[in-house]
Structure formats: C-alpha cells, structure tokens
C-alpha cells in the first residue's frame, strides 16, 4: 500500500487542528493540553503536567493512534530510553532524512494526597468557574473542553497544586454542569463575582453570618447556633457590587430581639432570594454520567418561589416505608479498630442501603450519639448531622419517662462497674436495662431476628467495655435512645423524618436558611 505524503509542515498543521486552542495557543486534545515544536530532529509534542499518569498513557495512545490512521505507511513505531523514565515510545518517519516524532512531558504527575477532596478546594473552584462566566452570562462553558481551553483552567491548577492536581479532570464534569444549572436558572441577573473566604482570605456573606448568628435566638434562651448547624449553603451570590449594603439591611431586618429572632432572619433571606438579590448555594460533586439537579429548599412561605419547578416539597414517609437496623444493639459485630461495631441505621423508603432513598446512621462521636444522614440513592451522598439539641426536642415532645440525655456520664465508667450491675437482678440499673432490653427487642419493627437473651447481650456489651470504655457506653446510649424513641414515636413517622431532614437542613417550620442545591 502506498505511503500518505508526510513532513514535519503537515504533521505539525495535522496536529494543531487535533481540538480547539486555549488563550497561548495550546490546543486541547483526550482532556491534555499541548504545544507544537518542530526542528531539525523532526515534531516535538510537548505536555505540561497533567493531572494523573493515566491520562499521559491514554493521551500518548490516541496520538499515536490518530497519526497511525492518519499517515498510514509512512509512520513507524520506535522506542527510546529516555532517563528517569526508561523506554518510551516515539514514532519515524522520513522528511529529508529520518525524523521521529517525540512526547515531551514537562513534568510528570506526582501522586498526590488520598482521599476525598476538600471544600476549601472544591467550593473555591466552583466559584472560579462561575466568575469566569458571569460577563458572558454563562453562555462560555457549553462543554467540558470549554472549561480546559478557558484561562480559568490555569487558576484552577494553581488552586489544586501538586496536592490535589490529580482530582482535577474528575471534576471538571461536576463545574460544568454546576455552571449550567447556575445560570439556566439565574441567567437575566446581575451578580457582583462569588467570593470565598478560603480563597485568598476573602470576606464573603459566610464570613458575615457566622458572626450575625451570635447576636440572635432560635428560642428564647436559647442562641442560634453555628453557621453550619444553619446553613448548608458554599457560595453566596450577591446582585448587589455592594456586599456591606445588603449585610446592613440584613442586620436591621433582624436586629430587634425576639423569640423568633432566626425565624425574621430566615423569612427576609426568602425576600431576598424571591428578588434575586442574595442566593445561598449548596453545592455537591456531581458524577460523570449523572444527571445533575438543581433544587430549592426552605421557602415553603413564600408562593413566588414554591411555584417553581425547581422546588421540591418534602417527601413523606409512612411508617411502613421506615426500617431500621438495630443488629449493633444485640449482636457484636467487628467494627473500627476491631472494636465491636456501634452504628445503628434509618432507612427511609427501603430496608438497606441499596434499597433506600434516605439513611440516618447513628454512632458515636465525641462522649455522645450523633444523627448523621445520608443519601444512598445520589451514591451515598452525605446530607448533614442533626442538631443533637433539636433530636432531643424532638424526643421529649409528646413522650413520657423519657430518660435518654446523649450524656455517656448517665452510663457505667469501667467493665466492672457494668458488670456489677448486671450481676445484681435487685438493682435499679439491672431492671432498667432489662426493660429496656426485652422492649426493644420483642419489638416489630426490629430487624434483629437472631435469638439472644439478656444475659448473651449483657455478655456484649462486656466486651464492648472491655474493648474500650466508650464503645461500651455507646452499646447502651443506643439501647438507650430506641428505647425511648420506639416507646413513644414507633407509629410516628413525622418524628423520624423530622431528624432527617433537620440533619439536611430542610425544614417546613422556617428553622433553617432558603438555599439552592446543585448536585
């Protein structure tokens, strides 16, 4: 077969039409952006560094692959030692004399630091892209390729650094498509460019509440909380260039002392979210192939914004619809550290994790229970911990002999303190426990189905102690709380959805921010 014309002219021309170029010329190609050198040694191919190892293999590839089909005949593959990285591939061809085609890489991708990237990276990157787009009103980032021909691209790989730079390419996907949703619904607004105070320490409308929040009530008596046991919201679009403008006309819509301090502030946020003047935006990494969503929470009082199709109501739940897993109650389990597990779970719509559209899983943090919740169907998405003061409020109301605290004093310091009361049938504690026992257990919506006594669990949670004082305390701190929570909410579903969604920060009674949601 005869060979396709070739020189180092036509290849170099072949390749710079390979993808669009960024802003120096670099033409983007398999998420790789590269350069073009020609000399008298042939083409040079010349890569900075990106993100992971993979996608330097699987550019090279398709490079070659493409020149291959393109140059059929008159390309041959050639190795060459190259040092510190040892055989790599190059392509000859013939111009004049032999001429090879050869992968500079500037330098390769480090590895890199494990686990799941943080918000002070994430939130910040966001917000980049988002400013990026607001002169054209969103109308720059249309693809993916967009984003990496884009300038921003560079500020992302700074914000990134050797650190994370090889999590970027898997969330270039999630700020699009966060750039999309952003002005699919906020398009005709003016907004001054978000800020993020974990970004070149700047003060943004986050900043400004944390500190509000300690001027104000949820009760009388009692504060408002942290920022975060309010908010959920990551970034803050403002229309107004003036930030310091709205945060005054947000401390004189709420500055009066009242018992429902936090409800005024919450109800002027819906004016302002209703005028398009202030937005609080929750944001979620979106997986590649998902469909993204975006939803309003929280503005149940206002009828402008809960006609939008972007509002969601609450979705409710029977009692037949919420199961629960109780086995770290009764059975011992292996669990971190080899300690005996003491996790139990909610499920909401389903009896497992694979089935459920909602979890709560409760375990221990600190000497206390924590409510912490989750979404299983977005591929175990965590929605946020429950204020452990309102699960208590939501405990009592409506209860009698209610005993549970989420106090670990209220329970045994040592092993031989439990032991002491489980060996004496005469003791108060001894009774209590065993009430609490055989309550818990014969009840129908235990999932537990393994026979055990008292005396097998008591067994246990001996273990437990033995373990470590704090995983026993913990056994009976959960034995504790379903007491006490199947004794008076087990044909009660509102109760059970009300810590979920107070562990989201989606409420109808007005107790937490109006926000937008992307994920």
């Known amino acids: 077969m005869a060979s396709t014309k070739i020189s180092s002219k036509i290849i170099e021309n072949y390749l710079s039409e390979l993808g669009k170029k960024d802003s120096k010329g670099k033409i983007f190609f398999q998420r790789v952006l590269f350069d073009i050198k020609t000399s008298k040694s042939g083409v040079e191919v ?7 190892e993979a996608i330097v293999k699987n550019f090279k590839s398709q490079v070659i692959k493409t020149l291959m089909g393109k140059f059929s005949g008159s390309l041959q593959k050639e190795e060459k030692l190259q040092p510190r990285i040892g055989k790599v591939l190059r392509l000859k061809y013939s111009d004049k004399g032999p001429k090879y085609i050869d992968f500079n890489v500037k330098e390769y ?7 799941t990237l943080p918000p002070k990276i994430s939130e910040p990157a966001t917000m980049l892209v988002i400013n990026a787009a607001l002169d054209s009103k969103g109308k720059v980032f249309k693809t993916e390729e967009d984003i990496f021909v884009h300038d921003v691209y560079k500020d992302l790989e700074k914000l990134y650094s050797k650190e994370w730079g090889h999590k970027l390419d898997e969330w270039i996907y999630t700020f699009l498509h966060q750039n999309i949703l952003f002005f699919k619904n906020y398009s005709r607004s003016i907004w001054a460019p978000l800020k993020h105070n974990k970004y070149k320490s700047q003060r943004d409308m986050q900043v400004f509440f944390s500190d509000h929040l300690k001027t104000l009530e949820r009760s009388p008596g009692i504060k408002a909380g942290t920022y975060e046991q309010w908010n959920p919201s990551d970034l803050y679009a403002v229309k107004r260039t003036d930030q310091s403008s709205l945060e005054n006309e ?23 979210m209703e005028k398009k003047e202030l937005v609080g935006i929750s944001l979620k990494k979106i997986q590649s192939g998902d469909t993204p ?5 929280n503005v149940d009082s206002s009828k402008l914004l809960t006609a939008l199709k972007s509002f969601t109501e609450l979705e409710e739940f029977d009692m037949k619809d919420i199961n629960f897993g109780l086995r770290n109650v009764f059975g011992v389990f292996p ?41 299983p169907s977005a591929k175990g998405a965590q929605g946020g911990q429950s204020p452990r003061g309102e699960v208590l409020k939501l405990l009592r109301n409506k209860a009698s002999g209610v005993t549970f605290e989420n106090n670990y004093n209220d329970y045994p310091k040592t092993p031989e303190e439990f032991m002491e009361i489980v060996e004496d049938p005469d003791s108060s504690k001894h009774k209590q426990y065993k009430k609490w026992f055989n309550f818990v257990y014969k009840h129908s919506k235990n999932d537990y189905k393994t026979s055990t006594t008292f005396d ?9 102690y033995e373990s470590r004082a704090k995983v026993g305390k913990t056994k009976l701190a959960l034995l504790n709380f379903w007491y006490d929570a199947l004794k008076n909410h087990d044909t009660d579903p509102e109760f059970w959805t009300d810590i979920l969604y107070y562990g989201m920060k989606i409420t109808t009674k007005g107790q937490f921010a109006p926000y937008a949601k992307i994920s």
């Open 46 to 52: 010349m890569l900075d560094s990106p993100d992971t």
């Open 456 to 464: 097998t669990w008591a067994d246990g949670v001996l273990e437990a």
């Open 250 to 272: 947000i401390e004189e819509a709420s500055k009066r002392p009242s018992a429902n301090n936090l409800m005024k502030l919450n109800s002027h946020l819906i004016k302002l």
């Open 109 to 115: 991708p480090p590895k890199g630091r494990s686990g």
């Open 293 to 297: 969503h975006f939803k309003i929470y």
């Open 335 to 375: 669990g971190k550290g080899g300690a005996p597990a003491g996790t139990t779970y909610i499920w909401f719509g389903g009896t497992n994790d694979a089935s459920s559209e909602f979890k709560i899983a409760i375990t221990r943090s600190g000497d206390a229970l924590v409510w912490n919740t989750f979404v």
